[in-house]
């Protein structure tokens, strides 16, 4: 009786232990509704999907997107980390169509994301932003500090550049997505690296474990007779993890 009573102690414990292990690291699934692919070979709007909030006492340690469906990230949809605090993640995607036709491809996303106890800081995330920056004028490319948008001259101009801040001691940097956003848009992360819309141009010039750069440029406008421009902002968001 003695030894039952032992075993059953033992078992016990080790269950107790085995159940405090697992809450050490709370995992959710989130499911979008099903998505439409664009037209043809040509991208979907941008659709957002936002992580549920962090249990309390917990915090945002990492976050995955990937979709159920005809499409998949990184080859035929963009998929990225558009905002991270310590109890959310929220997600953008788009989709391309893959035939001609209407847009009738559908796609599920599934956020996959975990929560770390606070005090264990596996991974932490930074977000940089560029001030406002002016684009070309009429049709060039460009990319200006000025005070205002006559002061822009009316031709093609040099790239903007954001960085993320550099890691901690013990950290490296695991994943970042750029954004672009104001009057014109663009964005990649480290599968989509060089991107060329219609309005604005992004491309990943450095990435390393310990530094991410990002250049941009933005389009200029034409205004009936005049030309004109407009003011977009870089934004880049960095996820660091710790060195094992």
Same mark, same amino acid.
């Given at each position: ?6 075993? /059953? ?8 232990? &085995? ?23 040509? =991208? ?8 549920? @909030?962090?249990?309390?006492? =917990?915090?945002?340690?990492?976050? &995955?997107?990937?979709?159920?469906? @005809? ?6 949809? &963009? ?18 169509? !893959?035939?001609? #036709?209407?847009?009738?491809? /559908? ?16 991974? *932490? /995330? ?13 049709? *060039?490319?460009? +990319? ?15 790239? +903007? ?7 901690? @001691?013990? *950290? ?19 599968? %989509?690296?060089?991107?060329? %819309? ?10 390393? %474990? #310990?530094?991410?750069?990002? &250049? ?5 406008? /034409? %205004?009936? @007779? ?13 996820? =660091?993890?710790?060195? !094992?």
């Amino acid at each position: 009786m003695r030894l039952l009573r032992l075993i /059953t102690f033992i078992l016990c414990a080790f269950g107790l232990a &085995q159940e405090g292990r697992s809450q050490e690291v709370v995992t959710k699934v989130k499911r979008s509704p099903p998505r439409a692919s664009g037209e043809g070979r040509e =991208y979907s709007a941008w659709y957002l999907l936002k992580s549920d @909030p962090a249990p309390p006492g =917990y915090a945002v340690s990492d976050s &995955q997107l990937k979709l159920e469906g @005809p499409n998949s990230c990184g080859t035929t949809a &963009q998929c990225l980390e558009g905002e991270r605090t310590e109890s959310t993640s929220t997600w953008l995607f788009r989709i391309q169509g !893959q035939t001609g #036709g209407s847009a009738s491809a /559908t796609n599920v996303a599934l956020l996959t994301t975990k929560y770390r106890k606070i005090g264990t800081e596996a991974s *932490y /995330t930074t977000t940089a932003r560029t001030p406002e920056k002016f684009s070309s004028r009429g049709g *060039y490319f460009g +990319c200006f500090d000025a005070a205002n948008a006559t002061a822009v001259p009316e031709n093609d101009g040099p790239w +903007c550049s954001l960085s993320a801040l550099p890691p901690k @001691p013990g *950290y490296r940097i695991k994943s970042a997505s750029f954004s672009l956003e104001g009057d014109r848009s663009c964005v990649g992360n480290d599968f %989509d690296r060089e991107i060329e %819309d219609d309005g604005a141009a992004c491309r990943l010039t450095t990435r390393t %474990d #310990g530094q991410v750069t990002w &250049q941009f440029k933005m389009l200029g406008h /034409t %205004d009936g @007779p005049s030309n004109t421009a407009e003011k977009s902002f870089g934004k880049l968001v960095a996820v =660091y993890e710790k060195i !094992q």
